[in-house]
């Protein structure tokens, strides 16, 4: 894991959620953490989806020498579950323990349960057995989770408590839920991180949970190269569909503290602390 002293006199933004190895970001990677230096993100972490996936992040984490602070995950993101065969599944389940003990590794996942996949041929009890798998490695290698949970709420907390309370904590990434689960979620250890969805307009649900969400359990996320905030100019990407990016963390936070009733600085201030205290980085 690559460490830098962050600048103190303005505000840093933690990144909770960034596939910094996507390859629409080959072009000109470099230039995006840059730009994110610039507007204070100071850290992000990378999730894990599959196994190849993992060096990449591990070789971006290695490898970095300026920008944000880099931390990556390993996980099988329930969204790739349908590509693969049961045989593939195990083995890169076996995988699993061996790559969390890599450097620069500071949580597992992103796993859950995800109701398109389920719609793709791979049932809630196949989902459940490969969140157990990762569970199990995380509470062996004291880690926290990033959970991926999209419109499977309730069988998402269903199984986790039966888990029980995740000792190392853990991530509901893009919290998708109800303001209603915000505790049940907590109940169990876990913070709760908000992406873009907030900043559109008529966004009452993901806006009624973030202000049901403890300060101590609230996290903030790009999701880039997706979910791309409203109130950016998406001229910069010239494209249709244009390109989320960590620097946009500054953005979300900025919206979240305008709903919340806080001062940005002070926002981003407890929220970088929430993610450094939870993901172990940067020290």
């Not at 062996?140 to 949970?149: C, E, G, N």
């Not at 999209?150 to 069988?155: K, P």
């Not at 309370?165 to 991180?193: K, N, P, Q, R, T």
Request: glycine share 8%; proline share 6%.
């Amino acid at each position: 894991m690559n460490h830098r002293k962050a600048m103190v006199d303005t505000p840093r933004f933690f990144d909770s959620h960034c596939h910094l190895d996507d390859p629409r970001f080959d072009r000109d990677r470099d230039e995006v953490l840059v730009r994110a230096a610039k507007l204070g993100v100071a850290a992000l972490l990378i999730p894990g989806v599959a196994p190849a996936q993992w060096s990449r992040a591990a070789q971006l984490v290695s490898r970095s020498t300026t920008g944000p602070t880099l931390g990556y995950a390993v996980g099988l993101h329930p969204q790739v579950l349908p590509e693969m065969d049961a045989a593939q599944r195990q083995r890169s389940l076996s995988e699993l323990d061996t790559a969390a003990r890599a450097p620069g590794v500071c949580a597992i996942g992103e796993c859950g349960f995800d109701q398109h996949t389920m719609k793709l041929g791979v049932d809630y009890g196949e989902q459940a057995r490969i969140l157990d798998a990762h569970l199990e490695v995380a509470r062996s290698r004291r880690l926290p989770v990033v959970l991926h949970i999209l419109r499977a709420h309730g069988q998402a907390l269903r199984f986790l408590q039966r888990h029980g309370v995740f000792e190392a904590g853990g991530i509901v990434h893009s919290y998708s839920g109800s303001a209603d689960l915000v505790a049940d979620y907590v109940a169990l250890g876990l913070s709760l991180s908000f992406a873009g969805s907030i900043t559109r307009p008529g966004a009452h649900r993901p806006v009624a949970a973030l202000r049901a969400t403890p300060r101590a359990r609230l996290l903030f996320e790009t999701d880039a190269p997706d979910q791309f905030p409203s109130g950016i100019d998406k001229s910069m990407e010239g494209t249709e569909s244009p390109r989320n990016e960590p620097a946009h963390v500054a953005a979300i936070v900025t919206v979240a503290a305008e709903l919340l009733g806080e001062e940005p600085g002070s926002l981003a201030s407890t929220t970088w602390s929430n993610a450094r205290d939870l993901l172990g980085f940067p020290a």
